[in-house]
């Protein structure tokens, strides 16, 4: 069965340094790869996904994420990180013959302090 | 959110009552999806509909309902069977084809008193 995990149930950083969020997944075959973001009591925002193609990917905000296919992981990066980044970041999977259905990871909270 | 409206934002049930959560979508989107949210557990599939008049079990549907008669419309019944019931519901849409992302409703946060 299709697994995903964030290893880490919280982030903290410093505004301005580097900031990464960890996902490892674990499906047969070549799965879509996606970053989802959440603010306190609101939906989740798409940042960014991997479908095919090269392996670091841009997405929303200044996110980009890179994909490793030998170590099955899929890192949310941001080079420099804001206050305002602070949220519970989620990693989801596709497996190719799941469907429509997304199996995501249980979430990495992020705290960027002043 | 833009797109996806839920409602309402706060609910209150009483146990033993049926209760039906809203999601409405003008993104002309054929696929819908309900996840429920509880803390430290990330979501998990409720239901999910692929087409009008169709719909499938996610990973957690006991104790959930649900219909789809309308392309824009998915509404969620919590029933009185569904044995913790309190939790924050994510209503979510998405265009055909498999690299498409799915994009999501500002949620429900359903409390049993």
């Known amino acids: 069965a299709q697994s995903v995990a964030q290893p880490e149930d919280q982030v903290n950083v410093a505004e301005g340094n580097p900031l990464t969020v960890k996902c490892t997944y674990s499906?047969?075959?070549?799965?879509?790869l996606f970053w989802y973001v959440q603010y306190p009591n609101r939906g989740l925002q798409f940042l960014l996904k991997y479908i095919t193609g090269d392996n670091l990917v841009k997405g929303s905000y200044g996110f980009e994420a890179e994909f490793n296919k030998s170590q099955t992981s899929f890192h949310l990066k941001k080079p420099s990180a804001l206050v305002s980044d602070s949220a519970l970041y989620f990693c989801a999977v596709r497996p190719p013959a799941a469907g429509n259905k997304l199996t995501f990871g249980g979430g990495t909270r992020v705290l960027v302090k002043p | 959110d833009g797109g996806i409206t839920q409602s309402p934002k706060y609910l209150f049930r009483k146990e033993g009552q049926n209760v039906t959560l809203s999601c409405e979508q003008n993104?002309?989107?054929?696929?819908m999806y309900w996840y429920r949210q509880d803390p430290g557990q990330g979501l998990r599939l409720i239901y999910y509909?692929?087409?009008?008049?169709?719909?499938q079990k996610g990973d957690i549907a006991e104790g959930y309902s649900v219909s789809r008669e309308k392309k824009e419309s998915f509404p969620l019944t919590v029933t009185s069977a569904q044995k913790n019931p309190t939790a924050f519901y994510l209503c979510?849409?998405?265009?055909?084809?498999?690299?498409?992302?799915?994009?999501f409703g500002p949620g429900t946060r359903l409390t049993v008193l």
């Open positions: 499906v047969s075959g070549n799965p879509y």
């Open positions: 979510a849409s998405k265009a055909s084809g498999d690299h498409n992302e799915q994009f």
């Open positions: 993104l002309n989107h054929d696929a």
């Open positions: 509909s692929q087409i009008v008049n169709d719909f």
